[in-house]
Nanobody, 122 residues
Framework: VQLQASGGGLVQVGGSLRLSCAVS????????MGWYRQPPGKQRELAAL???????NYADSVKGRFTISRDNAKKTVYLQMNSLKPEDTAVYLC?????????????????WGQGTQVTVSS
């Protein structure tokens, strides 16, 4: 199982970016997916989560500006980021909680993508 993130880049203050993260491999069930971010010199923090049924949860710092969504058929999660600020500059990492199936049982995994850089210039 692999997560491939894309869509980061350099954008000016007030601009927008859309991140995508596709899950590849044989999956039995895909559960909560999310985006985390790690600003330079800081700890990793949650940006947004979306459950398998579409319920969402956002960090206070991104509420009203970021929108998380998912396409279960494509096993992809998106993060639409609008009204970007310099403090949104970070490496953005996608995460997926999922189950894979073996011949004997299912196994729960917590997988991470490789991260994509978002830089907001003032």
């Amino acid at each position: 199982v692999q997560l491939q993130a894309s869509g980061g880049g350099l954008v000016q203050v007030g601009g927008s970016l859309r991140l995508s993260c596709a899950v590849s491999g044989s999956i039995f069930r895909l559960h909560t997916m999310g985006w985390y971010r790690q600003p330079p010199g800081k700890q990793r923090e949650l940006a947004a989560l979306i459950s398998s049924t579409g319920s969402t949860n956002y960090a206070d710092s991104v509420k009203g500006r970021f929108t998380i969504s998912r396409d279960n058929a494509k096993k992809t999660v998106y993060l639409q980021m609008n009204s970007l600020k310099p403090e949104d500059t970070a490496v953005y990492l996608c995460n997926a909680e999922l189950h894979i199936a073996t011949t004997e049982r299912t196994i729960a995994l917590d997988e991470w993508g490789q991260g994509t850089q978002v830089t907001v210039s003032s």
